[in-house]
């Protein structure tokens, strides 16, 4: 296996720069892995796919508006700040913009407290001690921090989560929930199929492509996630029932199938909170995900790899050039898959 194995073109064209409005208008590429089809919907048509006793699991986690603007104390320059992962109350794990920031230097957050470089990660990776507290200014003084494929601004703040987020403290969307509405959400419901919430704090190098030859020497790095004792029990009962355990994103996928290996025998998942480092790459064998929602992912990207996984790279790629041949919308912003 070889990274350049899940490399493919993309017409910049093709890059969704807005979602669909509403929501829930994108397009619907449905994957059927038993019988090898192809079928052209609407996610709006979600339902239909799914049946009675199916569990939809959604990640509630929420977008932090995580990136700052600072001057640095010594000269006044400017610099960017991509608020990563809490440490400690006052110390963040961030990726910095700007030159000579050093353990030791000290910038002064626009409309906020100073801030301390304490250590030097690997390229812009760096440890922040604030002064204080920089979590509850986030809503009056952050931006979100889109990919950088998305060059058109966001037209709301809102775009870039999904309408049922609940829980701060991811760096990226999960995107495929993008294109739930409220109103899609009772659709699955009514249509008798119950949805489950984890949460997964998506940081940025889940998007991060694959530099390295052999995809298994991908460093992959942690990230948090949850999946309560009352939505482990849900999926279990779900699949004794005879029911398909649906995840919605990437991100859902790997929580189920880290809380799947800690299962006991006869379980689909266990209930845990913790990090995960789990890389799904062709060969692994899925113990909890019976379909999945999706959207179309970078080349060479860990994303792209999981989805071959589940469906077969051949397969997957296939599917891609079917997709662009009839102008679907890619990445975050873009149209989505059904794999059953």
Request: proline share 7%; hydrophobic share 45%; aromatic share 6%.
């Amino acid at each position: 296996m070889r990274t350049d194995d899940f490399d493919y073109h993309l017409p910049p064209s093709l890059i969704a720069q807005h979602p669909a409005r509403p929501r829930d208008s994108s397009r619907l590429l449905v994957l059927d892995r038993r019988s090898d089809r192809l079928e052209h919907a609407v996610f709006r048509d979600l339902p239909r796919y799914l049946r009675p006793g199916d569990v939809l699991v959604l990640n509630e986690t929420r977008v932090l508006p995580a990136r700052l603007w600072a001057r640095k104390a010594s000269t006044g320059g400017r610099v960017e700040l991509l608020l990563l992962k809490r440490i400690e109350p006052l110390v963040w794990e961030v990726l910095v913009g700007g030159r000579g920031l050093r353990p030791g230097t000290v910038v002064q957050v626009e409309g906020g407290p100073a801030a301390t470089i304490e250590a030097a990660g690997d390229r812009s990776r760096r440890t922040v001690r604030f002064a204080t507290p920089i979590e509850p200014l986030l809503d009056r003084i952050g931006a979100a921090p889109v990919p950088p494929y998305i060059t058109e601004p966001l037209r709301s703040a809102d775009d870039y989560q999904t309408v049922y987020a609940r829980r701060a403290g991811s760096a990226a969307a999960p995107t495929a929930g993008l294109h739930f509405t409220p109103e899609l959400l009772l659709a699955v419901e009514q249509a008798g199929v119950e949805i489950v919430p984890l949460v997964l704090h998506v940081g940025l190098d889940t998007f991060a492509p694959v530099t390295v030859n052999d995809p298994r020497h991908h460093p992959i790095h942690r990230e948090w996630c949850e999946l309560s004792e009352e939505a482990a029990r849900a999926v279990n009962r779900a699949r004794r029932a005879g029911g398909q355990i649906v995840a919605v994103g990437t991100t859902t996928v790997r929580t189920l199938e880290t809380a799947a290996a800690r299962a006991a025998p006869g379980e689909a998942v266990a209930g845990f909170a913790g990090e995960t480092d789990l890389l799904i790459l062709p060969g692994h064998v899925f113990r909890a995900v019976d379909a999945m929602v999706t959207n179309f992912h970078l080349p060479r990207s860990t994303l792209l790899m999981l989805v071959s996984a589940f469906a077969g790279r051949e397969r997957i790629l296939a599917a891609y050039e079917t997709a662009k041949r009839q102008g679907y919308r890619f990445y975050s912003f873009g149209d989505a898959m059904l794999i059953l």
